[in-house]
């Protein structure tokens, strides 16, 4: 008798990237969008922009009160950045993955963050943490999309 696998549908869910301003110095956005399409999720936003101090603190609020968010502020407020909503099959959790873990030195050789970065301060790259800080990130970047 033939066995059949049945997969229960998985919907598409939306995260937010960016590309920080280290990665878009380092001309490292096309090596970023590269490896988000050959996963096999899709692009649903994209943008480049200076982010204006409030929404860079909004964006960051939960790290409000750490020794590093004055840092990261003046950081991801220094040039230019790349915004992406990207969709797909549990598309935070594959693109945590994809990024690598927080500190670049940890970070699994093969991930972003492991193959291209080496100060937690820099790491490249940010994606939401969870369904719920997608929607948050998304509705702050790309009103409407989440
Ligand atoms: N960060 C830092 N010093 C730290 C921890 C974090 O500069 O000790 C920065 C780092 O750039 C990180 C960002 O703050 O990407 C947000 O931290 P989070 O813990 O949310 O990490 P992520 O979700 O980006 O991996």
Same mark, same amino acid.
């Given at each position: 008798m033939t066995k059949r696998f049945r997969r229960s549908p998985v919907s598409a869910e939306r995260t937010l990237i960016l590309v920080k301003p280290d990665g878009v110095s380092r001309g490292l956005v096309g090596e970023v969008v590269g490896r988000i399409e050959r996963k096999g999720l899709k692009i649903v936003a994209l943008e480049l922009r200076t982010l204006e101090r409030s929404v860079a603190e909004t964006h960051y609020g939960e790290h409000a009160?750490? %020794?590093f968010f004055g840092e990261l502020v003046e950081f991801i407020t220094s040039g230019p950045l790349v915004a992406l909503v990207v969709e797909g099959p549990r598309a935070v959790e594959a693109l945590r993955g994809l990024i690598g873990a927080t500190d670049p030195v940890k970070a699994? %050789?093969?991930s972003l963050r492991g193959d291209f970065a080496l100060e937690i301060g820099q790491n490249l790259i940010h994606g939401s943490d969870s369904p719920e800080s997608a929607k948050r990130e998304i509705d702050l970047f790309f009103p409407g999309l989440s």
């Open positions: 009160s750490k %020794p699994a %050789p093969g």
